[in-house]
């Protein structure tokens, strides 16, 4: 079945270091890949996502690349700020069937 | 546009007890969502609607555990009678139509049994 893995936290960063945090995945077909960050104490919200391969998702400074020869859509961040801090969770959704997470990673930055 | 609403928010109740969440989605949003996350763990699906039918409840145990969706929008999940491993927080999605739709979350129910 599908599945997702993603490193193991928690990670804490210095502001504005690079971020990289791995995401590799298992699925049948093609499926659409997604990252999800969980501020403290709200909602997971969608961060960035990506439908096909060679596809890269951005928003908030945040990338990920859909890379299908590796099967890893690994979040980057180039410069850190202390309101990322949050746990973020790679997923995929694929065919018929929805979305499947990882376990998250927690991200501290610290000023 | 308002969001995902989910209430309540926090719950504690002793084990045995019945105990029930609610869920409004975004306006116009056919498909629902139950997730169960544990804590340091990413969600798991529960049940998915598309509209009032329950298309996907393998996940969901169904000898304490129950929801409806009667007129295709909110939507209640119950557990009946809770169990100290239940303490967990359950988080309610919506999407427009289908699973490859963006998912929308509620900030999730936070239960705690005693």
């Known amino acids: 079945g599908n599945s997702v893995t993603q490193m193991e936290g928690p990670v804490t960063l210095s502001e504005e270091a690079f971020l990289t945090i791995n995401c590799t995945y298992t699925a049948t077909g093609y499926p659409s890949l997604f990252w999800y960050v969980q501020y403290p104490g709200e909602g997971l919200q969608l961060l960035l996502k990506?439908?096909?391969?060679?596809d890269k998702g951005s928003n908030k400074g945040f990338e990920a690349t859909y890379r299908k020869e590796t099967t890893s859509f690994h979040l980057e961040k180039g410069s850190v700020q202390v309101s990322d801090s949050a746990v973020y969770f790679c997923a995929l959704s694929g065919g018929n069937t929805p979305l499947v997470f990882g376990k998250g990673t927690r991200l501290s930055v610290i000023a | 546009e308002a969001g995902v609403v989910q209430s309540p928010r926090y719950k504690i109740i002793e084990k045995k007890q019945p105990v029930a969440f609610w869920c409004n989605p975004i306006?116009?949003?056919?498909?629902l969502y139950w997730y169960l996350q544990n804590l340091g763990q990413g969600p798991e699906l529960l049940i998915r609607?598309?509209?009032?039918?329950?298309?996907?409840d393998s996940q969901l145990p169904k000898d304490r555990f129950s929801a409806e969706r009667l007129k295709g929008v909110d939507s209640t999940l119950k557990i009946q009678p809770a169990e100290l491993g239940d303490s967990a927080v359950y988080l309610c999605?919506?999407?427009?139509?289908?699973?490859?739709?963006?998912?929308?979350f509620g900030p999730g129910t936070r239960l705690t049994v005693l």
């Open positions: 306006s116009g949003h056919n498909t």
């Open positions: 990506a439908t096909k391969a060679d």
């Open positions: 999605a919506s999407s427009l139509g289908t699973v490859t739709d963006t998912q929308y």
């Open positions: 609607y598309e509209n009032e039918e329950a298309v996907d």
